[in-house]
């Protein structure tokens, strides 16, 4: 059954990984390998500000900033979604800035993690997916 997080504050900083992603239009030729580098500071039991760096799923360098926020629980697995702001994509305002809520789960065990985000396609500009990012806790 699902559960409320506590959102008492908290102070964890995490090292975030790429991605490796499994994209719904298989024919496209896309980049699943998405190597890269972030952050993720937990300041509560439901909420972390992330922000990092990888190519994306076009072969171009994106970043990423934002919150995640995951007010529930299906036993030890957060659920809520990133709110975010991306660059970088040719098709998506010329490489410019844009917002995206993208579904996402985390699992947490001591000092390592994965972030699973569900993608959405729009139009041709973005290409849907499930992303898995794998995470270590710094402190």
Same mark, same amino acid.
């Given at each position: 059954?699902?559960?409320w997080?506590?959102? *008492? ?10 991605f490796?992603?499994?994209?719904? *239009?298989?024919?496209k ?25 990888? $190519?994306?799923?076009?072969? $171009?360098?994106?970043? /990423? ?21 991306? *660059?970088? /994509? ?7 800035w ?8 985390? /699992?947490?065990?001591?000092? $390592?993690?994965?972030? &699973? ?6 139009? *041709?500009?973005? /290409?849907g997916g499930?992303?898995?990012?794998l995470? &270590?806790?710094?402190?």
């Amino acid at each position: 059954m699902f559960t409320w997080i506590d959102a *008492d504050p908290k102070a964890e900083l995490w090292l975030d990984s790429g991605f490796a992603t499994y994209h719904f *239009d298989r024919d496209k030729n896309l980049n699943g390998g998405n190597r890269g580098l972030g952050a993720e500071y937990r300041f509560s039991g439901t909420m972390a500000a992330v922000a990092g760096r990888f $190519v994306n799923s076009d072969r $171009v360098y994106s970043n /990423y900033a934002g919150v995640i926020w995951q007010p529930w629980a299906l036993g030890p697995v957060r659920l809520g979604a990133a709110i975010a702001a991306f *660059d970088g /994509y040719p098709k998506m305002r010329d490489r410019g800035w844009f917002p995206a809520l993208i579904p996402t789960f985390t /699992y947490e065990y001591e000092r $390592v993690g994965v972030n &699973v985000g569900v993608i959405p396609s729009y139009k *041709d500009r973005l /290409y849907g997916g499930i992303s898995v990012q794998l995470k &270590v806790k710094l402190f």
